[in-house]
C-alpha cells in the first residue's frame, strides 16, 4: 500500500509546499500531476457570493481514504495527496488539491484524473452556494456522474 495522506480542513494550502512534501526524498518518482480547485464566481449562469462546504467529520476522511485505495489499486503509484476544505469559501479560494505521484507520467495523470471523478461523486460533502437571489443547495450534476462512470 502506498501512502496517501487524507486532510479535510477550514484551512488553506499551499500546493508548492505539499508538492515538494510528496516528493522528498523519493528519487523513484518520475512524475507528479496535480489538480487544484477553486470556487467559481459563475455557477448555472448566476453569479456566487461564496460557498459553503459541510461534511461529517470522521466520515468523510473514510470515504477520501477509500476512493485513494481505489486509485492505487489501478495504478502503480509512489504516493497521493488530498486535501479537501469545508467552511464558507469565497471565489478564487483554493477548495481542493490531488496529487499522484509515479514512475510514470501515465499512472499519475491517470489517477490524478480519476480521484477527482470520484471525489465530485463519492465524497460526502454538501454545498451551499450564496447568489444575489439568496442561497441554494448544490445537486449533484449528470456530467460528474458520466466522467466518474467511465473509470
Do not use: N
Not at 2 to 10: E, L, T, Y
Not at 12 to 34: H, N, P, R
Amino acid at each position: 500500500m502506498i501512502p496517501a495522506a487524507i486532510s479535510v480542513q477550514a484551512a488553506d494550502f499551499d500546493v508548492g509546499a505539499e508538492i515538494a512534501g510528496l516528493s522528498s526524498g523519493q528519487t523513484g518518482i518520475g512524475g507528479i500531476a496535480s489538480f487544484v480547485g477553486l470556487v467559481r464566481d459563475m455557477a448555472g449562469g448566476q453569479p456566487v457570493r461564496a460557498m459553503t462546504l459541510e461534511h461529517y467529520p470522521g466520515m468523510t476522511e473514510k470515504a477520501l481514504a477509500a476512493i485513494a485505495a481505489e486509485a492505487a489499486d489501478r495504478w502503480p503509484l509512489d504516493a497521493i495527496r488530498i486535501i479537501h476544505r469545508f467552511g464558507r469559501l469565497e471565489p478564487g479560494d483554493r477548495i481542493v488539491l490531488v496529487v499522484t505521484a509515479s514512475a510514470h507520467r501515465d499512472a499519475a495523470f491517470d489517477a490524478c484524473r480519476f480521484l477527482m471523478d470520484w471525489l465530485k461523486t463519492k465524497a460526502p460533502f454538501w454545498k451551499r452556494e450564496e447568489t444575489p437571489e439568496g442561497d441554494r443547495w448544490v445537486a449533484a450534476k449528470t456530467e460528474d456522474d458520466r466522467a466518474a462512470e467511465r473509470w
